[in-house]
């Protein structure tokens, strides 16, 4: 009996030992993942700016994400029951207004169906401080005007 108790024992120590030293291996793992994302940060930054919506029959929510490598992205969810997305590019009905400069987005999600979300990406070469995004021609708005400033 005695000896099978020294059995657990040692096969509870190397047990607690694996454990240990397994938690310790992740947790210098978990410090380089955040050194890395410390590195990654430096390269691009979240954006504070607040979602806005413009709604009518056809709702849109823009929300400023990040701004990396000289490009702002912005998340676009565009929702409506009576017309069809499809027909809407959004290549030529967004406007990013910034500094004096007017630009369409060098990438934008071709809409379908009755919902859709995606980024707007506009090459802006710096994080701005204050923009304005227009949209224009999507029903029954004529232009849609959204602004943040910080």
Known sequence: MEKENNVRLGILIIAITGIVLLASGCTNNNSTLIDKSKNIENKHSRLNFEAQSSESIVTIDLTPKEFENG???????????????TQFDLTQLVKLKYNGNSIFPESAPKLSGHHDSGTL???????????KIIINNIPDVQERIFEWNS
């Open 71 to 85: 490009k702002l992205y912005v998340d676009i969810g565009i929702n409506t029951h009576s017309e069809d997305l």
């Open 121 to 131: 990406i506009f090459d802006v070469g710096k994080e701005l401080k204050s923009f």
